[in-house]
């Protein structure tokens, strides 16, 4: 079972920001957060990913909570192409380490 | 980020025939790769994880007889989907991450219609 529960849908207008939330209130010390969207028909696409510091790349910024349960993925200006569903899933970093999918939220990106 | 590629993009075939599906790691060395399935409207299953050189592991319910996998370099795996039938029609999703188990790449799927 995925260890991350997300709502199962937002939306938010063109060039405004966008933050996803996500829950992972059992999360262990050497798990790190990840953020993967899939457009439709297309294969998921990494965001970006932390352990416990805020990460910002030219994609999005993702914000942990200091006790880690709990991180928002901000996509600071929305596009009608970030119409996708985001996933948030939480991973051990190791040889054959696994991705687990639950499924995700739809972000929707209104004109 | 890095690409990893699928191909073909898209495969008809008759039920009972066996197809072939490609995943390479185009700029980097892949030591892991995964290969998924995914339904409409569902979300991503892990099939099965694959080392360069060594046999596949796979997940539980996944029968290793008919999706059989390849991963005999650093840069290919190869997904066989032996003996196809119509309900294993379905979104093959390949990924790969090169050594220490980093960020995991996908490709951009392959779409398979078992008539």
């Known amino acids: 079972d995925a260890k991350t529960t997300q709502p199962p849908s937002m939306d938010c207008a063109e060039g405004r920001a966008a933050n996803l939330p996500c829950n992972h209130s059992t999360i262990s010390g050497n798990e790190y957060v990840y953020w993967y969207r899939q457009i439709h028909s297309q294969g998921p696409q990494y965001i970006i990913h932390g352990l416990k510091n805020n990460e910002t790349n030219e994609m999005a910024s993702l914000i942990i909570t200091e006790d880690r349960k709990s991180s928002t993925l901000i996509l600071p200006h929305a596009t009608l192409r970030d119409t996708a569903v985001y996933y948030c899933?939480?991973?051990?970093?190791?040889?054959?380490?696994?991705?687990?999918f639950g499924k995700g939220i739809t972000l929707s990106v209104r004109p | 980020g890095a690409v990893v590629s699928q191909h073909p993009s898209r495969v008809i075939c008759k039920s009972g025939t066996s197809v072939k599906i490609e995943c390479r790691s185009l700029d980097f060395q892949a030591t892991t790769m995964f290969w998924y399935r995914q339904f409409p409207k569902q979300s991503l299953m892990l099939m099965a994880t694959?080392?360069?050189?060594?046999?596949?592991?796979?997940e539980q319910g996944v029968e290793k007889d008919k999706f059989l996998i390849n991963h005999a370099s650093l840069t290919l795996s190869t997904l066989t989907v032996t003996s196809a039938h119509p309900e294993d029609s379905s979104f093959y999703i390949c990924s790969a991450t090169g050594l220490a188990g980093g960020v995991e790449f996908f490709g951009p799927g392959t779409r398979l219609t078992v008539l």
């Open positions: 694959s080392n360069e050189g060594s046999k596949a592991t796979y």
């Open positions: 899933i939480v991973r051990v970093t190791g040889a054959n380490s696994k991705l687990t």
